[in-house]
């Protein structure tokens, strides 16, 4: 059988934040690819399904089990492309790495580092940094999905000041004067130093009247924010996060099909829903708020670039895939960054679609529907919901169903 087209099979991850059992894309799609070794817990979490070649959770062939870096190692120039290595010094492993994740509980608020820092982060402490690559990421809604992007408008972070008493209380007087006086990029960063250094017990005196409040009468900071407020401190009650994330950061509501793409040293955390994640190979993560996990409060203050725009900035509107054609619909979520786009094909009813190939290495995974993908009329593999594949560089595909159909595919074309 032909390995330019190859079913193979992910790996899932029982973090805390993850949906239970069977409510869980990630458990759903991991017992469909691998229904013999993934038999669902519905006591456990599923939280994030890792697609790509990184050591910690290495995707493997369906036939016999060998790695996926294993296969590429065999023919770089075949399984990457030439220019794929070349351009990002590459021999046995993919430039990106692809996830699903289902969130029933707010991730930590975080950010990643860009290359400079990820170098020298895991030079001085490797246990919580493993990676020396940067991680910017992208994600698209699956199901409605809501999360912290990037920080607020200065003007509404100015207001939060002015009419939320706990929140200019936590910080004092005077940075608050100077915050309001000023609303800069400077003493935003002077303001979020002040909250993420907040004495234990400021933060359970403001924090339990900010909840009071929000539940005695929601209107008060609007329902939005009210509810949102109630959900997270019944999750992680008196956290720093209530601040620093409910007042400080964007409230970003998506819809299936919807993306937000982030780039590397921009603060964010995942709240509710499932997604399909697309990131450059690194697993560092600067931890703050909403979380038991290492924290590394001074490195996150200190590396996060303080920009600031409203949530309709931080989506990302898909273009279209010229490459494409048949009865399918082709979205390409391509952000600005080297080492990844996806792609998402999608049929609403019985069809066939043709792809063109691609210059550089892929993984698919189908999150709906069923049908038969090939390469050639000898390669036909079956297509199912959770179904995962690797495409070599320059294999064109074809695509059929009797049904609706959804699939993600992430690439890197050099």
């Known amino acids: 059988m032909s390995n330019d087209l190859v079913r193979v099979i992910g790996g899932p991850q029982n973090y805390a934040w993850g949906k239970l059992g069977s409510n869980s894309s990630v458990a759903r799609f991991a017992h469909a690819s691998d229904p013999q070794n993934v038999i669902i817990d519905e006591s456990l979490p599923y939280a994030e399904y890792w697609m790509g070649t990184h050591p910690k959770v290495p995707t493997t062939l369906s036939t016999n089990g060998e790695k996926l870096s294993d296969l590429i190692s065999s023919n770089p120039e075949k399984y990457l492309s030439k220019s794929i290595m070349e351009k990002f010094n590459l021999k046995n492993s993919l430039p990106f790495l692809f996830k699903v994740l289902s ?11 860009d290359k400079k820092l990820a170098e020298q982060l895991r030079l001085k402490d490797p246990e919580h940094y493993p990676d020396d690559n940067h991680k910017p990421e992208m994600a698209i809604a699956i199901t409605d999905f809501e999360a912290f992007c990037g920080f607020k408008p200065l003007e509404t972070i100015k207001d939060h000041l002015l009419n939320i008493k706990e929140f200019s209380s936590l910080i004092g007087d005077e940075t608050t004067q100077i915050f309001i006086n000023n609303p800069s990029k400077e003493n935003l960063k002077l303001v979020f130093s002040k909250v993420m250094n907040s004495n234990d017990d400021d933060l359970i005196k403001y924090s339990n009247s900010l909840v009071l409040k929000a539940k005695e009468n929601p209107s008060l900071y609007g329902e939005t924010l009210s509810d949102l407020i109630l959900r997270l401190n019944d999750q992680f009650p008196n956290d720093i996060g209530l601040f620093c994330g409910c007042l400080m950061l964007n409230h970003c509501i998506l819809k299936t099909g919807e993306a937000m793409f982030l780039q590397a040293c921009e603060p964010h955390a995942y709240i509710s829903g499932d997604i399909i994640e697309c990131m450059a190979a690194s697993d560092n993560v600067i931890r703050s708020g909403f979380t038991p996990k290492f ?30 054609n048949g009865d399918a619909i082709f979205n390409l979520y391509d952000p600005p960054i080297d080492e990844f786009s996806v792609l998402q094909v999608k049929f609403d009813k019985k069809g066939k679609a043709n792809c063109k190939g691609i210059n550089g290495p892929s993984i698919i995974i189908v999150t709906e529907g069923n049908g038969i993908i090939s390469n050639n009329d000898e390669n036909k593999l079956d297509v199912f919901t959770g179904a995962v594949f690797f495409v070599a560089p320059n294999v064109e595909l074809n695509i059929e169903t009797n049904d609706s159909l959804v699939l993600y595919r992430a690439y890197c074309e050099a």
């Not at 969130?103 to 580092?113: A, G, M």
């Open 103 to 113: 969130i029933e509980k707010v991730l930590s608020i975080q950010s990643h580092p």
């Open 295 to 324: 924290k590394d409060v001074e490195t996150l203050i200190s590396s996060l670039t303080y920009s600031t725009n409203n949530v309709d900035e931080q989506k990302l509107n898909p273009a279209n895939f010229e490459r494409g």
